[in-house]
DNA sequence: CTGAAAGCGCTAACAA
DNA sequence: TTGTTAGCGCTTTCAG
């Protein structure tokens, strides 16, 4: 039923393997046998069948994006990034969510994904070193966005710089008793967040603000859980003047947790977030930017210079800066 | 250089066929050969080529799903409950997004899809006739979410039934001078905004409350262009109590236009949004929640009995009811 | 129940 | 410059 490259060839009178030139733009076709070809294949409104040119090459021109929780802005803003430029080049994009961690295995695996695509995308899944070898080992090309792992291609936020901006803009507006409060440190899910601790006690330190354990607090993540924790960082004696979540979502459940406490944001308390997500602008958060969608049109570059040239594959890091942006919930403190 | 079926074949000591049986789970084979082979394609870590497969099979096993703006939070969260449905099935979900007018032209054109994909879900992007034409002729299987065309599958929300819903609940608050802001009603590319309106209409008919021209408006979409109706809107004599803004992003934009003629919302000025975006939440704004998610679900869901039995092609509508969701930016009237 | 062989639609090497 | 042909890896008759 549908038309064939053999349709074409035959109403041309010319072989599929001039059919197939012309299809590919060689040189080495006549301009009117290309002329006829054409015409023929307008004619008949042929369009190649990607599927068949992919057996026939070894190439699936698909590119496999993977993320966790599609629900989370962050994640969203990424996959903007990186739709926006695989839109202008050959390539498809298939997107895998990763909701649980035995899905999660099985694209480490890399079973799944070999000979489903040329290349991998990996957002804010940060392998292990068992998972990173197995992947490596596929010898499909792959790029970190929001991730790192010292032998893979990684496109990655500055989290400990993050840190420290967030932290130094709290002391310069005049507090000492910043709080630090964020999911599990001890995740490998996520990695990033202990960067961003250590930017926060690094400055601490060059600041010389003894760093005191009442005021770091951490949890499971999300805003309900964020309350909580908020909550109990500032009912006890001697609380801090300000916090900085290690998300935005974190930083809204602060603000939950502080008004329910009957404490002013930011009048009594200062917060600063993380992330920048589009709810940061709703609430006037103060955050940091780290430029999500930049990190998908970064990262999938990256992915798409390599399939280029596959020999270069040494393990690129591009590291992203991040920015603050000041709004209304960090002023200097009251007291 | 991989492990292809013929390896399995020749070290299991079958032929290729006996190992695609197995791999297809046909029932006639013979147990103790389907174990030897199993056991050949363990030892060599075997996945068969899904490319070769869908050659052979002419199944792409894929599912287009092609939307606009990658960025708005609504089509995300229906492509969401998409991705759900479709994790789950043996379907691979591509994404192609549509930031302007001719890559719209183009998928409708169906040239791009025919042979890619096995069924395509267009997220809020509604054909024309002779759009939905091309697509039919096409003869694969396509059906809208967020979308309406008589001649085609559509999941859709009940935009009349929003709009009656959310000018009952403003009257039934005591309101009467009542105002709705929306885009342009005569574009093409949202019908669901005139809906919404004659919802509107017939509420203000039916309860006997004069339609005042003074009290409509509409423009360009967007935020920012709603700040700037809505003070047209507040600015005249005999301002209206209550504005029904057609989306969410307009109620804030409206919000935002009140604000800064120091009219107070909810006190001076109910406001009602639509859609139930997350945003929503976070400004606290009454608004008409669409089941954005469960639309994505339906969706996908349809879609895939249509794959399952392609016979059944009747242009099944499935109209989904919207829900008010009452928060802060209503109340009753002051005066 | 199983093996052999004929495609699926295309690309690419080879010969002409 | 072009046509012919041999695959790409799998599924699916068709014999046996």
Redesign the pocket.
């Known amino acids: 039923m549908?038309v064939?490259?053999?349709d074409v060839?035959k109403k041309a009178?010319?072989?599929?393997?001039?059919?197939?030139?012309v299809?590919?733009n060689?040189?080495?076709?006549?301009d009117?046998?290309?002329l006829r070809v054409i015409s023929v294949i307008e004619e008949l409104e042929?369009?190649?069948?990607p599927?068949?040119?992919r057996?026939?090459?070894?190439l699936t021109l698909t590119i496999g994006v993977v993320l966790p929780y599609l629900t989370m802005p962050s994640f969203i803003a990424r996959l903007r990034g990186v739709q926006s430029v695989l839109t202008d080049s050959k390539y498809d994009l298939v997107l895998y969510d990763i909701e649980n961690s035995s899905q999660r295995d099985s694209y480490f695996q890399n079973f799944s994904l070999k000979s489903r695509v040329d290349g991998v995308l990996l957002i804010s899944l940060p392998p292990d070193d068992e998972q990173a070898e197995a992947l490596n080992y596929s010898n499909i090309p792959v790029v970190l966005i929001d991730g790192y792992h010292p032998n893979m291609c990684c496109v990655y936020p500055n989290d400990q710089q993050g840190g420290r901006i967030a932290t130094q803009h709290l002391i310069e507006l005049g507090h000492h008793k910043i709080a630090f409060l964020s999911d599990y440190l001890s995740t490998p899910f996520h990695p990033s967040m202990r960067l961003r601790y250590q930017g926060y006690r690094e400055v601490l330190n060059a600041e010389n603000i003894p760093f005191s354990p009442k005021y770091q607090i951490e949890g499971e993540r999300g805003r309900i859980n964020a309350r909580t924790m908020a909550k109990q960082l500032l009912s006890q004696d001697n609380p801090p003047t300000a916090v900085f979540a290690a998300s935005d979502t974190h930083a809204i459940g602060v603000i939950d947790g502080a008004q329910e406490l009957g404490i002013k944001v930011p009048d009594e308390l200062s917060v600063i977030g993380y992330d920048n997500i589009r709810d940061a602008e709703y609430v006037n958060l103060t955050t940091i930017d780290q430029h999500l969608i930049q990190s998908g049109i970064d990262g999938a570059n990256l992915l798409l210079e390599m399939l280029d040239n596959p020999s270069k594959d040494n393990h690129v890091k591009k590291i992203l800066d991040v920015d603050l942006v000041v709004r209304g919930t960090t002023q200097r403190p009251s007291s």
Chains 1, 2 share one sequence.
């Open positions: 549908p064939t490259i053999r060839a009178k010319v072989g599929v393997g001039t059919v197939s030139r299809l590919n060689s040189p080495a076709v006549r009117e046998t290309r042929y369009t190649p069948n599927i068949a040119r057996l026939s090459t070894g």
